[in-house]
């Protein structure tokens, strides 16, 4: 399985540091990456990083979508619009998402399904916190965001479908859950996503996510089933960004 390294901005870079990161991204990759690489801009700079990335394989995103079509929604954007915009894929149920703006299960599993009706590849986020690792919780909480988050869904829409494993306490904290347990929960989902989607769950791709950098990336990309990585702070940096992509060999 082809390894997709992820990069998502949060709500970081002006359009000329935007500009700026392409353009050295674009310089690094000069001899190709075999990894996947896919970029998760704010809104308003997708258009920009499309354009920035047509002559490459990079693929650019949004970081939030609303399950609606359309409608009074102020401060949303729908599937139809980020496809319109040029983006291709879409992250859902990120753990900001899920605890700042309180998204639930319920609506992770709305947008999951929009998002694969439209034809947007969704990359959808589990992950415990640290509360929840230390009192012994984490398969629960990860399988039953798994479990909820795919709901009902049609296993024939599941191709292009990505799931990333993000443990809340690993997120911009700089610790990064070891090799061991990261695969030890990818081992979890990939048996759960078997039992949900049958043989399409065997295929798609599981990312881990939480304080990724180069030095730590090609270790954790090794494991089985960790099939990439979603990387936060240390996608804003082209250069760290490329390390990280290079460690995926
Ligand atoms: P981080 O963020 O790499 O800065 O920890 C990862 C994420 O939130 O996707």
Known sequence: ????????????????????????????????????????????????????????????????????????????????????????????????????????????????????AAGLAPVMCVGETLAERESGRTSDVVLSQLRAGLKSIDRKSVATLEIAYEPVWAIGTGRTATPAQAAEVHALVRKELREIL???????????????????AKDLMSRPDVNGCLVGGASLDADSFAGIIFGAQ
């Open 198 to 216: 049958g043989d399409a769950g065997a295929g798609i791709r599981i990312l881990y996510g939480g304080s990724v950098k180069p030095d730590n």
């Open 1 to 116: 399985m082809k390894h997709l390294v992820a990069g998502n901005w949060k709500m970081n870079h002006t359009s000329r540091e935007a500009a700026e990161f392409a353009r050295r991204l674009i310089e690094k990759m000069k001899p190709r990456p075999s990894a996947d690489v896919w970029i998760f801009p704010p809104f308003m700079l997708i258009q920009a990083m499309v354009k920035a990335f047509e002559k490459s394989d990079v693929r650019i995103g949004g970081q939030n979508m609303h399950h609606e079509k359309k409608g009074a929604f102020t401060g949303e954007v729908s599937a139809d619009q980020l496809l319109d915009a040029g983006a291709k894929a879409v992250i859902i149920g990120h753990s900001e998402r899920r605890q700042i703006f309180q998204e639930t299960d319920a609506q992770v599993n709305l947008k999951v399904k929009a998002a694969l």
